[in-house]
């Protein structure tokens, strides 16, 4: 059991042994030194130095201003609520923009390991300006308070969440081989099928003498989604899900969405979508997102529904939708807000096997990589709920570590 302090700091209780200190007591600020370059200079100097802005790495150039180990903090355009603040290190050569703040903890202090994951861990919203872009002045970011142990207990909590970290990092490698993976595969099966030796020509390429070129309508019924009445609040909080593109999160299934409705909101839209219907974003800045309905739902205007034929599959259907998403997203035009008309989206022209079991092969090898990826986040997920356990006890000093 470890003794707490009774003495009551800004930033609550803490073991004895902690200090409670201000950012800039323990940090060297080098905001002085950024220098922000605008689009077209980054692109007349292509290099091998990262460019770093508010949230990573925006670009790489011919040249650096810091060398070394530091701690980058967005200034504007971050998230600074608990376990979300944009505070990330660089090491090495690189060149910052004037959307981070740039810090080092100064000679034993404190560790930049140990400072980035306790500013990732704070809840920074106090210290944050303004109300349509939030802004971190410098003014407060030295205010910020922090707690802190001996060194020697810095650098093993470091060293224990440094290893969670490592684990999530080998699991990211994993799912963008696996996303190759699968990008090269659809770019195979879906243009050159299965055991094909003789092609034909078509408006839209070469394809495999036994497919068809079709349109959307040709495969199935098309509805696009409607939106019940926000005011009537007996067509909300139901258990039907209400899908909007912000719940197609790039996976297959939508399986959770933010709202649901009611039957009675179901009877005002007048169309139910069964499980397994295809979905594509077709207005917004999202046209060209697609997914499948994991269980009986109703979506928003943004959305074109396609209920598939029995002689059409529609696992193949969102695959080779998804492989032509860019292709759809042309059709939408220059327009403020991009739209794709239902009628258009009707005669959006994709390739299609005549017979529905080479579909279905397509089809289940996709399915087979995806339930690899699938995987790979759940595994993902659970290691960063453990970090953020490990997080909330170490932190806080809830549970000391052995020096």
Known sequence: MIEISVKQNPIGKI?????????????????????????????SRKGVYPYCGA?????????????GEFILLAEDGGSYGKFENSCYMMNGKFWVNNHAHIIKVKKNKSTNHFLLYMLNFLDLRSYVVGSTRVKLNQEYLKQIKVSYPSLPEQQKIAEILGTVDEAIEKVDKAIEK?????KGLMRELLTKGIGHKEFKDTKIG?????????EIKDIGEVFTGNTPSTSESIYWGGNIPFITPEDMTGRKYVDKTKRYVTYEGVN??????PKNTVLV???????????????????????????????VNYDFIYYLISFKSSI?????????VPIVKKSLFEKFKILLPKEIEEQQKIAEILSTVDKKIEMERKRKEKLERIKKGLMNDLLTGRKRVKV
């Not at 974003?281 to 029995?310: F, H, M, P, R, W």
Request: proline share 3%.
């Open 55 to 67: 949230n990573g790495v925006l670009d790489y150039i011919d040249d650096y201003i810091f060398e």
């Open 268 to 273: 005002q839209v007048r169309k139910l979508l």
């Open 206 to 214: 070469k394809i495999p003498k036994e497919w068809g070129v079709v």
């Open 15 to 43: 073991p004895k042994g902690w200090e409670v200190v201000k950012l800039d007591e323990i940090v060297d600020i080098y905001d002085s030194e950024r220098i922000p370059l605008s689009g077209m200079e980054r692109a």
């Open 281 to 311: 974003v077709c207005i917004g800045s999202t046209v060209g997102k697609v997914a499948l309905t994991y269980n009986e739902s109703i979506s928003n205007q943004q959305i074109n529904a396609i209920l598939c034929n029995d002689e």
């Open 328 to 336: 759809l997203r042309n059709y939408s035009g220059v327009a403020a």
């Open 178 to 182: 696996t996303e190759r993976l699968k």
